[in-house]
């Protein structure tokens, strides 16, 4: 079989070792097949990127040529994607085994399963070359995801989920609102047909309609201010594993549909009609910096993460704003980067949560000698979300801030800066609790965690010093990605 | 071993040496011997890196691109040969002190304290070499992390509140001024090396060039110019080694060597001398250096006031950098020297007085010379070089940075020379008179006389230092005035 | 225009709004799932008035027939009827759960709750 052939896989292994893993019994077996699944996936796309750099790979399900069946049609972007959901998968599941033998003790083959749908999802989503397909699999992996997040050990988790689900839910029915626009328009829903038509009726009020309700209802999925409520709720209260996965591909996949959509499918000249750089560039700056203010204020480690990613996606929306290659190459690299440092930091977070019991910054007091491995694992994932340069937070401000002073926008670059300068504040918050506080009085001492937990964790973080130095795979592949973007031709 | 080797070798061995003292933390004999021989290998690396540059090799390494066109780029020039030696020369010097020192004043923690002092030389190491702006700025950021934990070591209030101070202003100018700054040198140069005659002529406006330095000059807060000066009175909280080698020396001269670095080579002499606003940068520097002397007088503390004292020092060769005359460069480099003996000297004092006797005031150490004689020797040495007497080291710069005034005729450098002159006289001299020539009104708590004798060898050494710099400058002098030569 | 040409599209529009307002008043979470229900069927009758073409026969293969209407948009809408009903079976679900942990499906009461858990 070529690799072409093997391509669909990537989707297929998990998607049908999810209903088999529901019926295993156990904890060990359930979780063998999920890994061994999602490292496959991860293979799979690592063979494909190479490929799909020079030429998009494309493969008709059933022999059936578009339009009339669906294509998965993978080019340097959605192989970027897809192989970084993959490898993040695989370095999640190992140490998600742990936590979620303590927090999800039960019924694992189902915990599990759902893993997989969400997985399968996610990599559905970022393959096909479908518009319709696309919100297929949007649904199932979200429908996983707002039960995978009520599995939480918190009270609020069940509540978290319900809003989840709400906003996702009208997410997604925007976005079929707006596909089912384009499709009155131009009646086919194959992405390339989508945008040989698409020009040619782009001056009616229902094709601009269709992009803003896409635009709406992708900005619910990736968290953009002001639609980023839901965010916080669900990544505080979902189990660790969870949220880690969550926090490193979920919002990811839909800047990743974002940008196809809107620069493969309507077109270069469209966007340019629309208010489309405007919007996104107010929103982002917005982003930034109240997501970063609110990320200070939070008592809980958990949910200022997640503040925190909302502000990230911020600065993924600014550099899209720009509508430049430079800048989309500066987002997809970014959000390369932040799956990065992002699951690191709750990596860290959630380990302490596993050792400690709580979520509050309170209760981090003193942890840097007794958790030292495990708290500089935060400190040096957190410079990396500031932005020290070795790391890749570094890589993405550089190639941000080159973009914004490229363009003359001047006012961009000070809202990089500053927004650092914020997670200077948020990630201190943090690090001064851990390692200048002495241990509350009266807590057992507490000891370094488990190496299976500690052991993923470091992975991440040194990925975080690799491609900080050697930036060739993300900045080429990046560069790349944007070009094709940006060409017209997906 | 290949010059371009040592140069690895110079980053690497703190870092082996932290490691070492990191795995030998049960033994403490062991762990601080660890220190010392780290600390003498590596002084003896630095001067193997004499020859080459006396003979004027080029010695360049390229480690990594890290992005199209942007690399990790190491090159050896004098200035930053001189800084190497002089920070290796005084770590070692400083290791001797600091066993003295965290034995005596009872601190804890003594193993972290020493690994992140070796982190933080091989920044200063990574500093000193760096062949690129963007090198330079990943061990400018290596050294201010590095320290953070260093100043809040004593990890109470006052060191967290100093400890936030000083990691705020530093990465705050650092992220949000310097990085701008290169980026938008790489920009407009294409490159972010350090070119002799400088990278940026022809390609910036005056107005656009003058923003520039001002992003420079106040982005690398290291060099504590006013308006950025506060991190380093508030990490004063640190242990006296730290304040002794890394805010007298290490940490503050990355700073000014950073930006006379940037005057040189990445401006050139010949750009700025065109950019009519580079003036007010010069107002500023001489502002910085009279107002920091002006506050120091009012300081009580003694460490507050030698931080004062610091600030106002390194505004000298800022200024003396931003004169943009030949003496005058060269007068900036050879203060980087001669403040770094005196200043260290001081702090070695300040350091003593506070193991012997638990005093940190000024007004409490009437009559300390009698108890202490070496140690306020030693502290006479380095005050009267502050103010710039022969036979001291600080008088060799200030003859430089005043000729250089002079050859472009620049009064108000030299308006500025006088009257910190005149202050640091004011603010130094009544300490000595102090401590020699009036009586104890209060008996201290404790009986006491010297500090342990590593302690005191160390500030007699640094002290003769100070007196033999003013006799053998030339071979110094010699190297540093080749920063000015332009196409080798 | 041809405003009763169009009855189906403002069919559309009034189930959607009615729908949409129902989920952001923010009540009983019952309602809101029902309004979701509501925004979603919206939805599909936009997709399915797009397929229907004005005297064409169904689309079924018989003699004497040249003029079909497009099944596809009934394809799309029967997953997506499918994935309504799960969404819809997931969020009772969680509204049940919300109910055994707080004793309460009213959404806009739990605003307070949700802060500020300490994790158990």
New interface residues.
């Given amino acids: 079989m070529s690799i072409l052939e093997w391509m669909p896989f990537s989707v297929l292994l998990p998607l049908l070792a999810a209903p088999v893993c529901a019926l295993l019994p156990g904890r060990f077996l359930p979780w063998l097949l999920a890994m061994a699944s999602v490292t496959a996936s991860a293979v799979i796309m690592a063979f494909v990127l190479p490929e799909a750099v020079n030429e998009p790979m494309r493969y008709f399900f059933g022999d059936w040529p578009p339009p009339i069946g669906i294509e998965y049609r993978v080019d340097a972007v959605n192989a970027f994607i897809g192989l970084l959901i993959a490898v993040m998968g695989t370095v999640i599941l190992p140490w998600g085994r742990i936590s979620v033998n303590r927090e999800v003790p039960q019924r694992q083959g189902l915990f599990y399963a759902l893993f997989l749908l969400s997985f399968a999802g996610l990599m559905g989503i970022t393959l096909t070359g479908d518009a319709f397909n696309v919100f297929v699999f949007l649904e199932i992996s979200s429908l996983s995801t707002y039960v995978l997040v009520a599995q939480g050990r918190s009270r609020a988790a069940p509540l978290s989920a319900f809003r989840y689900l709400v906003m996702g839910t009208l997410g997604a029915t925007f976005y079929l609102i707006g596909i089912g626009l384009i499709y009155i328009m131009t009646g086919t829903l194959n992405m390339v047909d989508l945008a040989e038509r698409l020009p040619a009726v782009a001056d009616s009020r229902a094709v601009q309609a269709a992009f803003a309700f896409i635009i709406v209802g992708i900005g619910l999925k990736l968290a953009l201010f002001p639609l980023h409520r839901w965010l916080p709720g669900a990544y505080a209260n979902a189990p660790s594993a969870v949220t880690v996965f969550l926090a490193s591909t979920a919002t990811k996949v839909a800047i990743y549909v974002l940008l196809r959509l809107v620069f493969t499918v309507f077109g270069i000249e469209f966007v340019r009609q629309m208010p489309f750089a405007e919007v996104f560039f107010v929103l982002g700056v917005i982003g930034i910096l109240f997501a970063s203010i609110w990320a200070i204020e939070q008592d809980n480690a958990k949910r200022l993460l997640a503040y925190s990613s909302v502000a990230q996606v911020g600065y993924m929306a600014l550099a899209i704003s720009f509508v430049s290659v430079a800048g989309i190459s500066a987002g997809l690299v970014h959000m390369f980067n932040h799956a990065l440092m992002k699951a690191a930091l709750f990596m860290s977070v959630c380990t302490v949560i596993y050792q400690v019991g709580s979520p509050h910054i309170s209760a981090f007091r003193g942890l840097g000698r007794q958790m030292p491995l495990t708290m500089l694992a935060f400190v040096l994932a957190g410079l990396s979300l500031i932005g020290v340069p070795l790391t890749v937070g570094f890589i993405s401000k550089w190639l941000l801030i080159e973009t914004a002073m490229a363009d003359g926008n001047w006012f961009a670059v000070v809202v990089v800066l500053v927004g650092s300068l914020l997670a200077v504040m948020y990630i201190g918050k943090v690090a001064e609790a851990a390692w200048l506080r002495p241990a509350p009085e009266g807590r057992e001492p507490v000891r370094e965690a488990h190496p299976g937990l500690l052991v993923p964790m470091w992975i991440l973080v040194a990925a975080n010093f690799y491609f900080g130095i050697d930036t060739r795979l993300t900045v080429d592949v990046a560069r790349r990605g944007a070009e094709m973007l940006m060409g017209g031709s997906p | 071993m290949s010059p371009a080797m040592l140069i690895v070798a110079l980053i690497v061995t703190p870092l082996l040496g932290a490691l070492a003292v990191g795995l030998l933390g049960r033994w403490p004999n062991l762990r601080e011997t660890a220190t010392l021989v780290t600390a003498a290998t590596l002084f003896g690396l630095a001067t193997q890196l004499i020859g080459p540059v006396v003979n004027r090799y080029d010695v360049a390494l390229e480690v990594?691109e890290?992005?199209?066109g942007l690399a990790?780029t190491f090159r050896l020039e004098p200035l930053g040969l001189i800084f190497a030696l002089l920070a290796s020369l005084l770590w070692f010097v400083t290791s001797v002190y600091a066993i003295g020192y965290m034995r005596g004043a009872k601190e804890p923690r003594h193993t972290s304290f020493y690994v992140f002092f070796a982190i933080a030389i091989s920044g200063a190491m990574g500093v000193a070499t760096a062949g690129n702006l963007?090198t330079l700025?990943?061990f400018y950021?290596v050294l201010t992390?590095s320290t953070w934990?260093l100043v809040?070591h004593k990890?109470n209030d006052a060191?967290?509140a100093g400890?936030?101070t000083y990691?705020?202003i530093l990465?705050?100018t650092s992220?949000?001024l310097l990085?701008?700054a290169i980026?938008?040198t790489?920009?407009a140069a294409g490159t972010t090396d350090f070119t002799p005659g400088g990278i940026l002529f022809g390609t910036l406006g005056p107005t656009e060039a003058a923003i520039l330095l001002t992003l420079f000059v106040l982005g690398i807060g290291k060099a504590a110019v006013m308006p950025m000066h506060r991190w380093l009175p508030a990490a004063m909280v640190a242990p006296t080694p730290v304040s002794a080698l890394l805010h007298a020396v290490a940490v503050v001269k990355a700073g000014v060597f950073t930006i006379t670095k940037v005057v040189i080579y990445i401006f050139g002499l010949d750009f700025l001398a065109n950019v009519p606003l580079e003036q007010w940068l010069v107002y500023l520097a001489g502002f910085t250096v009279v107002a920091a002397s002006i506050i120091a007088l009012k300081q009580v503390e003694l460490k507050r006031m030698l931080a004062y004292s610091t600030i106002s020092q390194l505004s000298y060769i800022v200024l003396a950098a931003l004169v943009l005359a030949p003496f005058a460069e060269i007068g900036a480099a050879v203060h980087i020297v001669a403040h770094a003996f005196g200043k260290i000297t001081l702090f070695f004092c300040a350091g003593a007085i506070y193991v012997a006797s638990k005093k940190t005031r000024l007004d409490e150490i009437r009559g300390i010379g009698r108890r202490m004689p070496w140690t306020m020797v030693a502290f006479t040495i380095g005050a009267v070089s502050m103010i710039g007497v022969p036979p001291t080291a600080g008088f060799v710069s200030k003859w430089y940075i005043i000729a250089g005034a002079f050859q472009v005729d620049n009064y108000f450098t030299l308006v500025v020379l006088m009257l910190s002159t005149g202050l640091n006289a004011a603010y130094f001299l009544p300490i000595v008179f102090r401590a020699f020539f009036r009586d104890e009104d209060v008996p201290p708590k404790v009986e006491h006389g010297e500090a342990p004798w590593p302690m005191v060898a160390a500030l007699t050494f640094t002290a003769a230092l100070v007196i033999l710099f003013f006799a053998f400058n030339g071979p110094i002098v010699d190297i540093e005035s080749r920063i000015l030569e332009v196409g080798q | 225009m041809d405003w009763l040409g169009h009855f189906n599209y403002w069919v559309v529009i009034f189930l959607m709004m009615t729908g949409f307002y129902a989920v952001i008043a923010r009540g009983n979470m019952v309602k809101i799932i029902i309004g979701l229900n509501i925004f979603q069927t919206s939805v599909f009758i936009l997709f399915i008035s797009a397929g229907k073409i004005i005297g064409a026969s169904s689309p079924v293969l018989e003699k004497g027939v040249d003029l079909y209407s497009n099944p596809l948009p009934h394809v799309l809408i029967l997953t997506a009827i499918v994935v309504g009903v799960a969404t819809t079976a997931v969020g009772l679900a969680l509204a049940v759960r919300v109910r055994e942990n707080y004793g309460s499906i009213q959404d806009d009461q739990l605003t307070e709750e949700e802060d500020g858990e300490p994790h158990t």
Avoid: K, V
Wanted: aromatic share 14%.
């Fill in positions: 990594i890290i992005l199209p990790i963007l700025f990943i950021e992390i934990p809040t990890q060191a967290r400890g936030r990691l705020g990465l705050f992220i949000g990085l701008p980026i938008w790489w920009m």
